[in-house]
RNA sequence: UGGGAGGUCGUCUAACGGUAGGACGGCGGACUCUGGAUCCGCUGGUGGAGGUUCGAGUCCUCCCCUCCCAGCCA
């Protein structure tokens, strides 16, 4: 489409036509498509066209399915360390769409690991703000109005294709080793059959109609610039049969209506990305800047995953370790300072955190290292707060009748070296308390 | 298979095109009754093949390997 090659130079989004590709004008012209392209991108770089003041608005937006992974604790910490060493907004949104996976006890589950961690956010559940509601599912009426405008503007259309007839374009796909691409049978329908199926009260989606040929490029802050042929999409569901509106469509629009001005998620969200940004151009949205951070992997390199072991921030909670120790070592697993300091709080953590210096190849998750880094941790406590959490520790636990004094004091300092973790107290203690001191003594 | 993203010691992470370092782990030693902490030493790597260059982990080409996506999940 020759409106959309008409690039600004403000824009971050190109799609080139065909035409453009054509060799051998092509190669004659690629010296002055670079240049066009150097100053499109050194533009903005330069100019922030987005919103809000171009304040920085990042958002960390979990599904309350589960507990809180560590790779979205990860994505969250990266989030929140940009957000506050650029001074910007910090916005927590739920992500809830999923209403069969979705409960109540997830989300407070999360929220509060959230905090345990330190992340505290600046808007959403529990703190408000002027973008809400925060909440996916208490947003439908506002995806239902910009699916609307989509549809009235001819980028979305009515699809009344039923499961059976999808089944079989997968298959027929598949034969083809290909991806399933909607062949489009109702893309091309006229007033009179849809609303033909409507009369007999068919079950319909809605599609969004991908633009033939040409492609679409971000530039990634992290792994620069990522680009995708349109050809390799097909029109794609924003809205389902029973009007529950579909991921992409609602993150698009929730970004969009929040301001969002940097979308830095995980890398399985790249190939998603694709398809956000064709919405966002439909509805005439800015597009946000993308950064895609990599996965935490197993010790097989797959996606870190329950089957792993301990993967939820809660599990690491619960076996003592202390969240300094956690917001350093996440900090790590893909992410350096660029000097040989290991060893931060998450106030230096925000001092030193640029987007540039993440990585982008996966990091496989080290339990041994992060027990290490736990003990470096637990040994920087100062002697009252360590007396406090570990003294508080002994008596919950009926170890001790007293949660502190001289005995208490005594036994920390003596024990605190041969433990990393909090729980490893309990039993030198009674190794400790165990000792046969009057067999060793002599008289 | 299609699309996309990646590849530096076992793991994490450094290295403006200019001596491949640090940390964890492993092994050994000092301290120590033992362990632990701490300190010291050792081990160990640029996926492969070409090319550009005085010089390549870095730039180019090809190959190999790994990961993600391909739900009316997110």
Redesign the pocket.
């Known amino acids: 489409m020759a409106s959309i090659v008409a690039a600004t130079p403000w824009s971050r989004i190109r799609t080139i036509t065909k035409l453009e590709l054509a060799p051998p004008i092509f190669l004659q012209s690629s010296v002055y498509y670079c240049k066009r392209r150097r100053f499109s991108v050194a533009a903005s770089l330069s100019t922030n066209t987005n919103k809000v003041d171009g304040q920085v608005r990042v958002r960390f937006?979990p599904?309350p399915?589960g507990n809180l992974h560590v790779g979205g604790a990860r994505t969250a910490l990266f989030n929140y360390l940009f957000a506050r060493s650029k001074g910007g907004k910090f916005v927590l949104r739920i992500?809830d769409?999923?209403l069969e996976?979705s409960t109540k006890e997830s989300e407070e589950a999360v929220l509060q690991d959230l905090s345990w961690l330190g992340l505290d956010w600046d808007e959403g559940p529990g703190v408000g703000g002027d973008y809400g509601p925060y909440r996916?599912s208490e947003r439908n009426s506002l995806y239902k109005q910009y699916a609307d405008k989509l549809l009235e503007s001819g980028h979305v259309y009515r699809c009344f294709?039923?499961?059976e007839e999808?089944e079989k374009m997968?298959e027929i796909a598949k034969l083809k080793?290909?991806?399933?691409v909607y062949t489009g049978k109702w893309a091309t329908a006229t007033d009179a059959e849809v609303q033909k199926e409507l009369e007999r009260g068919t079950?319909y989606?809605y599609r969004f109609r991908v633009p033939k040929g040409g492609s679409l490029k971000i530039s990634?802050l992290?792994?620069?610039?990522?680009?995708?042929?349109l050809d390799?999409l097909g029109d794609?569901?924003i809205m389902?049969?029973?009007g529950?509106p579909?991921?992409?469509f609602?993150?698009t629009v929730d970004d969009a209506t929040m301001a969002i001005s940097h979308v830095i998620r995980a890398?399985?969200?790249?190939?998603?990305t694709l398809r956000q940004a064709l919405i966002y151009k439909a509805l005439g949205f800015s597009m946000p800047y993308f950064a895609?951070v990599?996965?935490i992997?197993a010790?097989?390199?797959?996606?870190l995953s329950k089957r792993h072991g301990a993967t939820s921030v809660g599990q690491f909670r619960e076996m003592g370790y202390l969240p300094q120790a956690m917001v350093n070592y996440l900090a790590?697993?893909?992410?350096?300072d660029?000097?040989?300091n290991?060893f931060f709080t998450l106030k230096q953590l925000v001092e030193k955190f640029t987007i540039e210096?993440v990585?982008?190849?996966?990091?496989?998750f080290?339990s041994?290292?992060l027990r290490?880094m736990n003990?470096?941790h637990l040994?920087a406590i100062p002697s009252n707060e360590l007396t406090k959490l570990i003294g508080e520790r002994w008596k919950s636990t009926g170890i001790l009748t007293e949660s502190k004094g001289p005995f208490v004091d005594e036994a920390i300092q003596l024990?605190k070296?041969?433990?990393?973790l909090v729980p490893d107290s309990d039993k030198?203690l009674s190794n400790l308390l165990s000792y046969p001191l009057r067999d060793t003594l002599t008289r």
Do not use: M
């Not at 992290?222 to 042929?229: A, C, D, L, M, T």
């Not at 010790?299 to 996606?303: E, F, L, Q, T």
């Open positions: 937006a599904s399915t992500e769409t999923d996976r996916q294709c039923s499961n999808l997968k080793q290909l991806p399933p079950p989606t990634d992290i792994r620069g610039e990522v680009s995708w042929n390799t794609f569901v389902r049969s029973n529950q579909v991921y992409n609602c993150v890398e399985e969200h790249l190939p998603n895609h990599s996965l992997l010790p097989d390199r797959s996606k790590l697993l893909g992410w350096g660029g000097t040989e290991e210096r990585n982008k190849s996966g990091a496989i080290d041994t290292k290490w003990g470096q040994r024990l070296d041969g433990i990393d030198a």
